[in-house]
């Protein structure tokens, strides 16, 4: 009996646990049965794994979980894992999906030399990309990656790593370090209002050396822009947040040694003005002070003062204190705590062991030691 209770008590616990972490697990109002159809078909006509050449097995949808906030706009996100080989090995692969919209795919890095044999050149990397980005367009009906192919192709025509038009801006990275050494990584920004970019408002894809299609994710498709009505200026935003970087600064006995704004466009992440997939415009307001030092009872190190105002309507998003810990000097000196005891035992170990080593010669028999030596 209190076997059985104690197994209903963990259970509960395990279903509470689930609930705080994952958030909603209610359905979602678009239907889901068809997502496994679209992975296998997006891994062959995108991502280009095709049946001749590699055995692709998709998993049943995920259960629709909601996603961060969720609260006054809720969003439910599926996943579908697929398992891909060939002759030389195998990988799994992600695909997610945002209220049933494609969100993102990745393939594991840790296999990615199982796909493709020879390391290519930079221009067949741009045009593997142009490939990818015809594929996801014929694919989804997308019409912005039309621009994303033409700004592709002209990089590869220019040899140029950042391009643009009137309405979106390329940029591409070369791989310098694992997993993407030697491979590309470029990124395809949607302009607001001609200009401002975002980095929710842009479409990604990575392609490795051997020019497999490693990473998509298409933001665009997702998030969407809720204003550019832009009412707060940056002399305005500086005047609103004078103020408090001013006050802290004289309560904590500090000088403001440079303040910096900056324009962008972001999302509310934690849902205070409604859909955390809606993009509005704000001002960044950022002081640094003359001195880094302890912060508070935490030992935190205090490096500046935030100030984020939304540029539409005056209101703040951020208001505090930028602190944090100093990654070199703590970092050594927590290495050197984690050393200490390590030493410590290594020595204890070392000196047993020479202990015993000597306790045990020392009741050898004469003869046992002179044969040894004789040997």
């Known amino acids: 009996m209190k076997k059985a209770f104690l197994c209903i008590a963990v259970a509960l616990m395990l279903a509470l646990s689930s609930t705080v ?11 889901t049965t068809n997502l496994q159809s679209i992975a296998l078909q997006f891994l062959q006509q995108v991502a280009g794994f095709n049946t001749s050449d590699y055995q692709i097995n998709a998993s049943s949808p995920s259960e629709p979980r909601g996603t961060w906030g969720a609260q006054i706009t809720p969003h439910f996100e599926n996943f579908v894992k697929a398992n891909i080989s060939n002759s030389r090995g195998e990988s799994e692969a992600y695909l997610n999906f945002m209220d049933g919209t494609f969100w993102f795919y990745q393939l594991d890095s840790s296999s990615w030399d ?76 949607s302009k607001i209002d001609g200009e401002n970019t975002s980095n929710f408002r842009s479409m990604q894809v990575g392609i490795s050396k051997t020019g497999v299609a490693t990473w998509i994710s298409d933001g665009m498709m997702i998030y969407y822009v809720a204003t550019t009505n832009v009412t707060v200026s940056e002399e ?92 070199t000097t703590n970092g050594n000196v927590g290495l050197l705590f984690l050393l200490i005891p390590a030493v410590i035992i290594m020595i204890f170990v070392l000196a047993s062991g020479l202990y015993l080593y000597n306790r045990r010669k020392m009741k050898k028999p004469e003869s046992y030691i002179k044969g040894n030596d004789a040997a």
């Open 236 to 327: 305005q935003a500086l005047a609103i947040a004078e103020p408090y970087i001013q006050a802290f600064a004289k309560k904590n006995q500090r000088e403001v040694t440079a303040v910096s704004t900056a324009f962008r466009y972001e999302k509310d992440g934690i849902e205070e003005r409604g859909d955390t997939l809606a993009i509005y415009p704000e001002w960044t307001i950022y002081a640094s002070y003359n001195q880094v030092s302890v912060y508070n009872t935490s030992e935190a190190y205090l490096f500046g003062y935030s100030v984020v105002i939304w540029a539409d309507n005056g209101g703040f998003a951020v208001n505090e204190p930028d602190y944090g810990w100093p990654p």
């Open 114 to 189: 199982n796909f493709g044999t020879n390391e290519l050149s930079f221009n067949d990397l741009l045009k593997t990309l142009i490939k990818v980005v015809n594929g996801y367009h014929a694919f989804f009906n997308t019409s912005y990656c039309s621009d994303f192919a033409q700004l592709a192709f002209s990089a590869l025509q220019t040899q140029k790593l950042s391009v643009e038009n009137r309405d979106f801006s390329l940029q591409i990275q070369r791989g310098t370090s694992a997993p993407l050494s030697n491979g590309i990584y470029a990124t395809c920004y």
């Open 21 to 31: 972490i994952y958030g909603h697990s209610v359905e979602c109002s678009t239907s």
